[in-house]
């Protein structure tokens, strides 16, 4: 095989191994679609109901709204609660306080069983060397000696 087919077929393994990582960690990734679809269903599950934008009144004044966030909205001693999603559903969702409650509940076990993960995965291997990395009895780097 001559030197320019083995850099060819170098570069192709090269660029191939490069696609398949890029890949593989894209498809561990939520697309902004896919996040804002699981916080919509997580807003009918609280008890928001979806208002369609479904006529050309509807959908300007959706427009007029800031897009993927919460407004209030008093209407004599009640408060709802308006999240706008002008790409996914075309939509409102409108809830009252109750409902922003049990989505706001969720929000905070979702972020704890998150924290929990992430704290579970930090001390998963034991045969980690610390020690490697200029860590050990406390970080003595560049940012100073040690407070952790």
Known sequence: M???IKRALSHLYAG??????????????????????DKENS????????????????QLMLQ???PNRFLQKSFGD???YIYSDPKVCNCLYVGNQAAYGRYMSYVQAQNLADQQQMTADMY?????????WGWGGGWGGPWGGGWW
């Open 2 to 4: 001559s030197i320019g």
């Open 16 to 37: 191939s191994a490069l696609l398949l990582v890029a890949s593989t960690g894209l498809a561990g990734c939520e697309s902004v679609h896919d996040q804002i679809t």
């Open 43 to 58: 807003l009918a599950a609280a008890g928001f109901v979806a208002r369609p934008a479904n006529n050309p009144e509807r």
């Open 64 to 66: 007029k709204l800031p």
């Open 78 to 80: 009640h408060m709802l």
């Open 124 to 132: 998963q291997d034991a045969s980690w060397n610390w020690g490697m």
